[in-house]
């Protein structure tokens, strides 16, 4: 398993540098170093010469991809080469701003993770356990109006919840903080209604996909087999289909375990929560290029372990599966 | 929660349920539960408890501190680089600059802040002789400053001291200060006095282009030596390695002079009266040393722990958290100079009650919250609900918070049973519908009968822009029709039918009444143009507007399609991304633009500026405030001679020539000066806006009981919904039970009987 793992991460090298490639190409086709600087320096009286200081203080001052210079430093001496070698390393440097991104990073992924963690759990829990339930009615009156619920809950837009929920809970009925945050264990109440709000608009989606493949495996001969034997409807339910139903769940839930302290832009947006899911938008809109490839990068390296994960947690719950 | 009834009530319940039969136990279980909970839920609701909704720390609860909120998390607080309002709000509150504005007199007046008097000026002769400030011959202008003795510098860590006198932190390598990861970990602060050489100090990182300061240019232009300080700091650098500190108190300044630790002087290149506001900025703020020093030191930049995150100042408050991304929060300065609420303001201040602190050391507050809001609903809501003290009118809200009547703007009644107060203030601003002057089919160019004619079909188009309608449509309301680019409350702002632009409006029962479109259509045929169309070719006038705001389909955007539509010419509307849009504004490829202006200080100079030619966007390569690149000699030289003078009635008279030339040219087809306006919950005291400082918050109080009671009262939280949701879970869940028991009940009949 091991020299699989490491292949796998050798594999990643190349994506990665793909990736970072695409990224700079697209960044720079609509925006050059020039105007970067004058979205930095501001509208009123910046001058060429401050122009050109930012441009030198940051490295934009360089070609892109290819020096005029001979030898290895017409590839070297680039912006391209400057700006992503240390990526590899996870040293993602400074912002165009002048901020630390690792350390800004850092600060801001523990509120995402507070958020996304419960968000992300809770959910796939009651998800799962509404599916088994319907599964357990089956072909009843029950089954087509919970299916029919699911539609509803699907076709709703999230940000309709989020407004809802915002007017409801915290605005008419002053349950809960309307947005906000504070840190350390007084952030239950500012999480508890991004939680709920996040769980209830994923539970359409989620059942709806459970709900199918804990059928088919309710079909199988081995859960007939139990059910003839007399065993019970919540031992077939928890012992024998979801454990072989969770195969195909974990195709879709593994992969995203990692980007979860990515954060969530539109939750963290209307509730104030200080997460990284606004952190690349924000930097997009002000031309931030460190910080967008900094994400990039990021984002690339989280999804790749995500499919390492989901391949070893394979191996996990089916004995059937080797990695080689 | 912890009301007696509501134990009760639960110890009820238990005892209940213990007596209940095994067999009728689910069923009564079910049946009482509601009515249970449905009893506790009106122990609640009789308010036995606290707001379950605010969004504040409990301990906090009490203190003598504002909330407030921002929407864009600042980008510099170095004083040498921010340069936006977002920013000065929160650094203007803690750096010291020389001057600053008197809080409630209007028009706005500067006032000593750190210095026993306003600054003494001299005037010099190149031969160095001194000379009256009208003489012909000046060529420096000397500003003498005397310090107020005494000042300290609010604690900090760059001044804190061992035993031995030596500074507490300063580190040789990035792995000795590996042990400070967060600004929060330095637990040792210390103070000096606020001395003459700390303002020279700052003078001189403005000069410093590594910091790439937004004045740096202009003041270069004023200051003497300036630029030769610049260059000589950039030659020093050449020997230092990347983000070494370079002291700068050793590189002399030839225009700057410390005479002892109370009097310094700025020597400047003729004479520049408005350099007197620039002394209220915060650019001009005193800068110790040891702060540069200290936030100089190995490792410290990339734990964001640099000057332009944590500020230093001797100012009212200080900031004690900085996360941007979440909440920043200033605390009363505690070595805070002696500094009183003033005792006088402008007509009708003592009435409104903005007096009552008169005399009052300040500041008034303990503490300042910012949280950062995203989006407009949260900030609304939380105002509502009295967790935040003060809140601006957004255009969803705006109804809720005002209404318009024949008296103006007013609060609406809600706000009004609430205890809501309203401040209203002109922002000290011109947006403007620019036209490129540059441009070949409406711009000032051609032969003289050919920008006779491209004159008047400006004239035309801005009669047909009706902008009175689109602020009442499209800003509630919220601006008056500029007549040239100086707003009300600056000198050389006139009113009535002097201040009339004749080229658009008429004077009629005593007030301006827009000129009619058979006027604009008349001038259209003398353009060139009749009914919208090439009176030589008959193709139909097709003008672009460049914006960033997206590619028509907007409603404003038809709007405007309309006003144009009115003379029959077509108005196409061209987005584009900022980036294509700045190209186009510096290469003069843009047509029609709108942008706008916020004034540096009150001075005519800082609006007429913007149609001055040689501040045009293409001559200046981008850099000019002139967007329309307009260039009238005549109006060029009445700028110069007008930027030099001090207020009077001569200068009255040349603004008056220069907005007559600029009514006559028309290089906006229209503009408006907006109004701000700010809601205050009816706890906050000595509120008064101001146009141009944002050193304001000393002034400010709130009464905290008359709040808490206010929270409190707004904020019950209401259970019944919660106990609906409960109810509905279990009519829902009880069918389910009695379905899943029957199934597992469910028993094979066979020939042999019943199988279990």
Redesign the interface.
């Known amino acids: 398993m091991i020299a699989y793992i490491l292949r796998r991460l050798a594999y990643a090298f190349p994506i990665l540098l793909g990736v970072n490639l695409l990224t700079f190409a697209l960044f720079f086709v609509?925006?050059?170093p020039d105007?970067m600087a004058?979205?930095?320096?501001?509208d009123?009286?910046?001058?060429?010469?401050?122009v050109e200081?930012?441009k030198a203080?940051r490295g934009y001052d360089k070609p892109l991809f290819i020096n005029s210079n001979e030898g290895q430093s017409a590839l070297t001496d680039t912006i391209f080469f400057e700006k992503s070698l240390s990526l590899f390393v996870f040293d993602f440097g400074?912002s165009d701003?002048?901020?630390?991104i690792?350390?800004?990073i850092q600060?801001?992924m523990w509120?995402s993770l507070a958020l996304a963690l419960p968000t992300f759990i809770v959910g796939i829990s009651v998800n799962i356990i509404f599916a088994l339930?319907i599964i357990?009615?089956r072909a009843s009156v029950?089954d087509t109006a919970a299916m029919v619920f699911c539609v509803a809950l699907m076709s709703i837009s999230g940000v309709f919840y989020i407004?809802a929920g915002?007017f409801?809970f915290?605005?008419?009925?002053?349950?809960?903080?309307?947005?906000?945050?504070?840190p350390g264990m007084?952030a239950w109440?500012?999480l508890i209604l991004p939680v709920v709000i996040g769980v209830v608009s994923g539970i359409g989606g989620g059942t709806r996909l459970y709900r199918s493949l804990f059928l088919e495996e309710a079909s199988k001969d081995y859960v007939r087999t139990a059910r003839a034997k007399g065993v019970?409807?919540l031992t077939v339910l928890f012992r024998h289909i979801l454990p072989n139903g969770l195969i195909p769940i974990l195709t879709s839930v593994v992969v995203v375990i990692p980007s979860l302290f990515m954060g969530s832009l539109l939750m963290e947006?209307?509730?104030?929560i200080?997460g990284l899911g606004?952190y690349t938008l924000?930097a997009i809109q002000a031309?931030d290029f460190a910080v967008v490839r900094s994400m990039v990068f990021l984002g690339s390296v989280l999804y790749i372990v995500g499919l390492i994960l989901t391949d070893i947690s394979y191996t996990l719950v089916d004995p059937r599966v080797r990695l080689s | 929660m912890d009301c007696a009834v509501v134990k009760k009530t639960t110890t009820i319940f238990r005892q209940s349920l213990g007596q209940l039969t095994q067999r009728t136990e689910a069923v009564i279980r079910y049946a009482a539960l509601p009515v249970i909970l449905l009893s506790g839920a009106s122990a609640l609701l009789s308010g036995c408890g606290e707001?379950?909704?605010?969004?504040h720390?409990e301990s906090e609860q009490g203190q003598n501190i504002i909330y407030s909120s921002f929407s864009e998390?600042p980008?510099?607080l170095d004083p040498a680089r921010s340069?936006?309002s977002d920013e000065g709000r929160f650094i203007d509150q803690i750096y010291d600059p020389p001057l600053a504005y008197h809080y409630l007199r209007r028009p706005y007046e500067l006032i000593p802040n750190t210095l026993t008097k306003m600054p003494e000026i001299r005037y010099l002769a190149a031969d160095g002789r001194e000379v009256s400030d009208s003489d012909a011959d000046v060529a420096f202008s000397v500003y003498q400053f005397e310090l107020q003795p005494g000042i300290q510098y609010q604690p900090h860590p760059a001044f804190a001291v061992n035993e031995q006198g030596e500074y507490r932190y300063r580190f040789d390598n990035a792995t000795d200060s590996a042990a400070y990861q967060s600004f929060d970990d330095f637990s040792e602060t210390g103070s000096r006095e606020l001395v003459a050489a700390d303002y020279v100090y700052q003078i001189k990182r403005l000069a410093d282009?590594?910091l790439?300061s937004?004045?740096?240019?202009?003041l270069s232009e004023y200051i003497v030596g300036m630029s030769e300080f610049s260059a000589a700091v950039t030659e020093q650098r050449k020997n230092l390695q990347a983000g070494e500190w370079l002291d700068l108190r050793a590189l002399p300044f030839a225009g700057l002079e410390v005479q002892d630790d109370h009097h310094f002087s700025i020597r400047l290149k003729g004479k520049y009266p408005q350099f007197s506001y620039w002394l209220a900025f915060h650019f001009f703020a005193p800068m110790p040393w040891e702060a540069d020093e200290f936030y100089h030191q190995p490792g410290f930049?990339?734990?964001?722990i640099?000057l332009?995150?944590h500020p230093i100042g001797s100012g009212p408050f200080m900031m004690t958290r900085n996360?941007p991304?979440?909440v920043i929060i200033l605390e009363r300065n505690p070595n805070y100079r002696n500094d009183f609420y003033p005792q006088d303001g402008a007509d009708g201040d003592r009435e409104a009650g903005l007096l009552q602190a008169a005399g009052q050391r300040l500041p008034l507050l303990d503490k300042a919250v910012y949280?950062?809001?995203?989006?407009a609903?949260?900030l609304w809501?939380?105002f509502l609900?009295g967790?935040y003290d003060r809140s601006g009118i957004s255009s969803d809200s705006f109804d809720q918070a005002v209404k318009i009547s024949s008296d103006g703007i007013g609060l609406s009644d809600e706000m009004r049973e609430k205890g809501v107060t309203l401040e209203k203030e002109v922002v000290l601003g011109t947006y403007y519908f620019g036209f490129n002057m540059l441009d070949p089919v409406l711009g000032d160019t051609g032969t003289e009968e050919e920008r006779e004619k491209k004159r008047k079909l400006r004239q035309a188009i801005a009669i047909a822009y009706d902008q009175q309608e689109a602020i009442n449509i499209f800003y509630n309301g919220r601006g008056e029709v500029a007549m040239g680019p100086v707003p009300p409350g600056i000198f050389g702002y006139q009113s009535g039918e002097e201040g009339i632009n004749p080229s658009v409006f008429e004077w009629q029962q005593d007030k301006a009444v827009r000129r009619s479109l058979d006027d604009a259509k008349k001038l259209l045929i003398e353009a060139g143009y009749p009914q919208g169309r090439n009176a030589e070719s008959g193709e139909p006038l097709v003008l672009n507007l460049d914006t960033t705001t997206g590619g028509g389909g907007s409603a404003i955007q038809n709007w405007m399609i309309k006003q144009f539509k009115k003379l029959g010419i077509q108005l196409n509307i061209r987005g584009t991304?900022?980036?294509r849009f700045?190209?186009k504004m510096s290469t003069g490829n843009a047509q029609m633009f709108q942008w706008g202006w916020l004034a540096?200080y009150p001075d005519a100079e800082n609006f007429l500026f913007l149609l001055y030619g040689p501040n045009g966007q293409v001559v200046s390569?981008?850099?000019g405030?002139n967007s329309t690149n307009y260039n009238n000699a005549e109006y060029n030289r009445l700028f110069e001679s007008m930027k030099l003078m001090e207020n009077s009635p001569e200068r009255m008279e040349i603004i008056r020539r220069m907005l007559e030339i600029v009514q006559r040219d028309m290089p906006w087809a229209s503009a408006w000066h907006p109004h701000s306006y700010v809601l205050n919950n009816h706890w906050v005291q000595n509120a008064r806006a101001h146009g141009i400082s944002k050193s304001i918050l000393k002034y400010l109080d709130v009464d905290e009981q008359a709040r808490a009671q206010a929270q409190n009262q707004w904020?019950?939280?209401?259970?019944w919904?919660?106990l609906l949701v409960a109810l509905l879970l279990l009519v829902l869940a009880v069918p389910?039970v009695i379905?899943?028991r029957r199934?597992?009940q469910r028993r094979v009949i066979t020939d042999q009987g019943v199988q279990g």
């Open positions: 609509v925006n050059t105007q004058r979205v930095q320096l501001g009123k009286h910046v001058t060429q010469e401050a200081q930012w203080q400074k701003e002048g901020r630390a690792g350390a800004d600060q801001r509120p339930f357990m009615f029950f407004f915002q409801f915290a605005k008419m009925w002053h349950l809960v903080p309307i947005s906000g945050y504070l007084d109440k500012f019970s409807e947006s209307f509730f104030g200080p606004s924000d031309q | 707001a379950w909704n605010n969004p720390p998390r980008k510099h340069y936006s282009p590594t790439l937004p004045v740096r240019g202009l930049a990339d734990r964001n640099v332009d995150w996360d991304n979440e949280r950062l809001e995203k989006e609903i949260p809501t939380k609900q967790y991304d900022y980036n700045k190209d540096d390569g981008g850099s405030v904020n019950q939280p209401v259970l919904p919660l389910g379905a899943f199934r597992q």
